[in-house]
């Protein structure tokens, strides 16, 4: 039986009514008849040409247009989150504005859909370029041995992944330096004289907070740093809050604490406050992301500062050029960098 060449999915080729015909050995209008549960075609036929359309990912109210040829001029994103996070998770707003920013200018427009799991944003994926409504993609929180990288590389859908090129496949990568931001933050605390350190890290299985993790222990044992447990969070103010309270009542409580996002840092500056610690006399405090949300607590928050609204241009910018033919090894940015504010000091005696 006649395929569609496995090459030409991997260049951004969508599968047609003409690839259908093909197969089956009918007329294009006939697939289309059938696809559109038009008379003139036989049961078995119709059967038939369901089954190929499935096979090599070709969505049925696709047909007209399939017939046309003609670009979407929209990109997808699908986040696993709960909806109502994000307008509180200031990472995505400004990325996604980022994103925004460019599309905008070259006419494109951003389908986005939040969704309860990567499966499902796979599937998202796959009826969006099947019914050709988009020309391009973006993958966020990528997993370690991430399905969503093969599928999408065996659809050929045009992909820009916002992660570490470690496991990205053949997708087009935008990712910063994380171990370095690590680096930079536990040198500065072991320099003011904190010798025990805690992390509020975010989802376990995401490759860059496998990579953090990874990072902190290692930089832990090469100061000398007596690393406090890392509690993993869904990133939301409440799982930080819960994190930072464990790691307060712990017997060796953390003089200073590292915070995977802005959210859960400042929940756990609230919590701080609960227990009559003192922020920065009693406890530092290192946010991640540096949005205005840390700014405006009191004290503000020493962070770890990147601008994720050029991070989501970056994103952008690249996967245009992927939609008009150009090639990408991807793109690094820069490493986020310390700001201290404050929330830290040396320890107390």
Same mark, same amino acid.
């Given at each position: 039986?006649?395929?569609?060449?496995?090459?030409?999915?991997?260049?951004?080729?969508?599968?047609?009514?003409?690839?259908?015909?093909?197969?089956?050995?009918?007329?294009?209008?006939?697939?289309?008849?059938?696809?559109?549960?038009?008379?003139?075609?036989?049961?078995?036929?119709?059967a038939r040409i369901a089954e190929v359309a499935e096979e090599i990912g070709?969505?049925?109210?696709?047909?007209?247009?399939?017939?046309?040829?003609?670009?979407?001029?929209?990109?997808?994103?699908?986040?696993?989150?709960?909806?109502?996070?994000?307008?509180?998770?200031?990472?995505?707003?400004?990325?996604?504005?980022?994103?925004?920013?460019?599309?905008?200018?070259?006419?494109?427009?951003?389908?986005?859909?939040?969704?309860?799991?990567?499966?499902?944003?796979?599937? *998202?994926?796959?009826?969006?370029?099947?019914?050709?409504? =988009?020309?391009?993609?973006?993958?966020?929180?990528?997993?370690?041995?991430?399905?969503?990288?093969?599928?999408?590389?065996?659809?050929?859908?045009?992909?820009?992944? =916002?992660?570490?090129?470690?496991?990205?496949?053949?997708?087009?990568?935008?990712?910063?330096?994380?171990?370095?931001?690590?680096?930079?933050?536990?040198?500065?605390?072991?320099?003011?004289?904190?010798?025990?350190?805690?992390?509020?890290?975010?989802?376990?299985?995401?490759?860059?907070?496998?990579?953090?993790?990874?990072?902190?222990?290692?930089?832990?044992?090469?100061?000398?740093?007596? %690393?406090?447990?890392? =509690?993993?969070?869904?990133?939301?103010?409440?799982?930080?809050?819960? %994190?930072?309270?464990?790691?307060?009542?712990?017997?060796?409580?953390?003089?200073?604490?590292?915070?995977?996002?802005?959210?859960?840092?400042?929940?756990?500056?609230?919590?701080?406050q609960e227990m009559g610690l003192r922020v920065p006399e009693d406890l530092s405090i290192v946010?991640?992301?540096?949005?205005?949300?840390?700014?405006?607590?009191?004290?503000?928050?020493?962070?770890?500062?990147?601008?994720?609204?050029?991070?989501? *241009?970056?994103?952008?910018?690249?996967?245009?050029?992927?939609?008009?033919?150009?090639?990408?090894?991807?793109?690094?940015?820069?490493?986020?960098?310390?700001?201290?504010?404050?929330?830290?000091?040396?320890?107390?005696?």
């Open positions: 039986m006649d395929q569609v060449s496995p090459q030409r999915k991997r260049a951004g080729r969508r599968p047609t009514i003409a690839d259908i015909a093909k197969i089956v050995g009918v007329s294009k209008v006939s697939v289309s008849n059938a696809l559109n549960g038009q008379p003139g075609v036989s049961e078995a036929t119709r070709f969505v049925r109210n696709s047909a007209a247009r399939a017939l046309s040829g003609a670009k979407s001029s929209a990109v997808g994103l699908a986040l696993a989150r709960p909806a109502r996070m994000l307008g509180t998770e200031p990472f995505f707003m400004e990325l996604i504005g980022g994103i925004e920013n460019v599309l905008s200018d070259a006419s494109y427009s951003l389908a986005l859909q939040v969704v309860s799991d990567h499966e499902r944003g796979l599937e *998202a994926y796959r009826r969006w370029w099947g019914e050709r409504q =988009i020309d391009g993609a973006i993958l966020v929180d990528l997993r370690e041995d991430d399905a969503r990288v093969p599928a999408l590389e065996e659809i050929g859908l045009p992909t820009v992944v =916002i992660g570490h090129p470690s496991g990205s496949g053949s997708l087009t990568p935008v990712w910063s330096d994380d171990a370095a931001a690590i680096r930079e933050t536990l040198e500065y605390l072991a320099a003011l004289g904190h010798r025990r350190v805690g992390r509020v890290a975010g989802l376990t299985g995401l490759v860059h907070t496998s990579q953090r993790d990874a990072a902190f222990a290692a930089v832990c044992r090469e100061l000398g740093l007596e %690393a406090a447990p890392v =509690i993993h969070t869904d990133y939301t103010g409440m799982e930080g809050a819960r %994190a930072t309270r464990r790691l307060l009542l712990s017997p060796a409580r953390p003089t200073a604490i590292l915070y995977d996002n802005d959210m859960t840092a400042v929940a756990g500056l609230s919590v701080a946010a991640w992301d540096d949005s205005p949300l840390v700014q405006v607590v009191r004290p503000p928050l020493t962070a770890l500062t990147r601008d994720i609204h050029a991070y989501g *241009a970056h994103a952008a910018r690249i996967l245009l050029a992927l939609i008009s033919g150009e090639k990408s090894e991807g793109y690094e940015d820069a490493a986020p960098q310390l700001t201290p504010r404050g929330s830290t000091a040396a320890p107390p005696a």
